[in-house]
């Protein structure tokens, strides 16, 4: 079984940052493709950014292309999503995800390892 932790949610006002991490444990050889999901109350979760095994390719959607970063580091088993020139239409529940297989998609079934959610609030 595979673990996933995010960290680094909070308040921010708009046009500001955050930094989220989400740490893998376990079973680590089974978290190969990454990706960040979003969900606000009443509407589905939502791709945000993915990475494949390596780092070499990452995907974004069109609303945070630009002003998202997503990096990894397969010594310390994380990903990190730099989020900067945050809007309010940012706020949300922030998810962490990982499959097996090396490369990433765009679909939350596609996605066996969940983290935990944490809370981003963009002020205006």
């Known amino acids: 079984q595979v673990r996933l932790v995010e960290s680094g949610g909070g308040l921010v006002q708009a046009g500001g940052s955050l930094q989220l991490t989400c740490e893998a444990s376990?079973?680590?050889?089974?978290?190969?493709?990454a990706a960040w999901f979003r969900q606000v109350p009443g509407k589905s979760r939502e791709f945000v950014a993915g990475?494949?095994?390596?780092?070499?390719?990452?995907d974004y959607v069109d609303s945070v292309r630009g002003r998202f970063t997503l990096s990894r580091d397969n010594v310390k088993h994380t990903t990190t999503l730099q989020m900067n020139l945050l809007k309010p239409q940012d706020t949300a529940v922030y998810y962490c995800?990982?499959?097996?297989?090396?490369?990433?998609?765009?679909?939350?079934?596609?996605?066996?390892?969940w983290g935990q959610g944490t809370q981003v609030t963009v002020s205006s």
């Open positions: 995800a990982a499959r097996r297989e090396v490369v990433g998609t765009r679909h939350v079934s596609d996605y066996t390892y």
């Open positions: 990475i494949n095994w390596s780092g070499s390719m990452t």
């Open positions: 376990g079973r680590v050889s089974d978290a190969n493709a």
